[in-house]
């Protein structure tokens, strides 16, 4: 089993910035990605951002270059620096990660951080 927990989330006014952290504990072997993805109320779990082992990035068209994913192998944890956010970000944000191993792959979700862009 993956533990991941989140941190980093609060209130910010729009223009403003926040950084998430993801920090994953347990079976973390052979973690292939880790994303990030929100859902607001109403609305689907869509993914924002993604990052490979190999550190390959992917963004949703709605936070590109706003948004900047990033990970340490070494502490086991991916973070989401978020610049000029907008109302329209506010969501409560998950931690998604991917282990691939020879019997399959297999996926964990985080407990989710809440961030609200408002003046």
């Known amino acids: 089993q993956v533990q991941l927990v989140e941190s980093g989330g609060g209130l910010v006014q729009p223009g403003g910035s926040l950084r998430l952290s993801c920090t994953a504990s347990g079976s973390i072997g052979s973690i292939s990605a880790m994303e990030w993805y929100r859902q607001a109320p109403g609305k689907p779990r869509d993914v924002v951002a993604s990052i490979t082992i190999g550190g390959r990035t992917d963004y949703a068209d709605s936070v590109k270059g706003r948004f900047t994913i990033s990970r340490d192998n070494a502490k086991n944890a991916v973070y989401l620096q978020m610049n000029s956010l907008k109302p329209e970000d506010t969501a409560v944000y998950y931690c998604?990660?991917?282990?691939?191993?020879?019997?399959?792959?297999?996926?964990?979700w985080g407990q989710g951080t809440q961030v609200t862009v408002s003046s």
């Open positions: 998604y990660v991917i282990r691939t191993l020879p019997s399959g792959t297999y996926d964990y």
